[in-house]
Structure formats: structure tokens, C-alpha cells
């Protein structure tokens, strides 16, 4: 079971996302933190990733507001990851499933591929309620979609395929 130092920049972040986090599989375990880990910055010339931070030491997932001006909303690689909330963010499900993402990449897991994958993880029903759902020219990225998707991706995971 991955095991992470989840930190969130201020007590009101905490306070806003913790109650939430169960909507992550338990197969993922968080230490919950209040306060900023030490982080590093992606290239300081590509403006969607300029400013972002990134935690250094593994096993770190740091969650942040708009105060830092990056424009990426999420990065997740080599078990760490960043989380960005910004002002617009209202929907505290859609970023605990925002941070449920960028966790599955931090462990590898292709978190971006779920219209790629869809043959994958959906039953026959699903793939039906899909071509419905597009056929009414809906986005796709709702949390409806992504729940299924990534726990689909947790429990590959767990079974040890693809990622750490």
C-alpha cells in the first residue's frame, strides 16, 4: 500500500478537503500535514509550469491555492506530486478527485488515458450510458466518469500492473 505525507499549504485547505478523502481508496494511506514540504520548481520558462512546486522528498503529495501562480492544476510523478486549488475550484469532491489523480500518477498509473482506455474499465453497460452521454454531446470529464476510472486504475494497481 502506497503510504504519502499529505500536505496542505493552510489549516483552510485542510479544513475544506480532509473531510473528503475517503473518497480515496484506503488502499492509498495518507499522513495528514498542515504546512509546506521542501519543493522544487518545474521549468521557469514554460508559463503553464512556471512557479509550480513540486515536493522533493518521495512519498509527498503537497496540496496549494492560488497564491502561487503556476496555471498547471496537477503534477504527479516518481511517488510525489502538486495539487493546485484555485479560486474557481467549488466543488471539494472534484479536487479530492483531482488529488486522487495526480496520486495515480505518482505511482505510475496513466491517469490522463481514460477515454484511451475506456474498453478497459467499463462493462457493457457502461460503454453503453458512454456513447449516450457523447451522443449528447457531454463532457466527459465529470466526476462520475473519473471515480470509475480511477478506481479501476487503484485496483490495477493493487494487483501490480503497470506503475510502482
Do not use: C
Request: charged share 30%.
Amino acid at each position: 500500500m502506497p503510504h504519502f505525507d499529505l500536505f496542505f499549504k493552510t489549516e483552510d485547505l485542510r479544513r475544506r478537503l480532509e473531510p473528503h478523502l475517503d473518497l480515496i481508496p484506503p488502499y492509498f494511506r495518507f499522513t495528514v500535514r498542515t504546512g509546506t514540504p521542501e519543493v522544487r520548481f518545474f521549468d521557469q520558462k514554460d508559463p503553464m509550469w512556471k512557479g509550480f512546486p513540486f515536493p522533493i522528498p518521495e512519498g509527498t503529495i503537497y496540496v496549494f491555492d492560488d497564491e502561487i501562480p503556476a496555471r498547471a492544476l496537477g503534477g504527479g510523478m516518481q511517488n510525489r506530486a502538486s495539487v493546485r486549488v484555485t479560486r474557481a475550484d467549488t466543488d471539494d469532491e472534484a479536487l479530492v478527485l483531482r488529488i486522487w489523480h495526480e496520486v495515480l500518477h505518482a505511482i505510475g498509473q496513466p491517469a490522463d488515458d481514460m477515454a484511451k482506455r475506456a474498453g478497459e474499465w467499463q462493462s457493457v453497460s457502461e460503454r453503453l450510458m458512454w456513447a449516450a452521454w457523447q451522443s449528447l454531446s457531454r463532457s466527459l470529464d465529470v466526476p462520475f466518469w473519473h471515480r470509475k476510472f480511477y478506481a479501476w486504475l487503484t485496483e490495477r494497481a493493487e494487483s501490480g500492473v503497470g506503475g510502482r
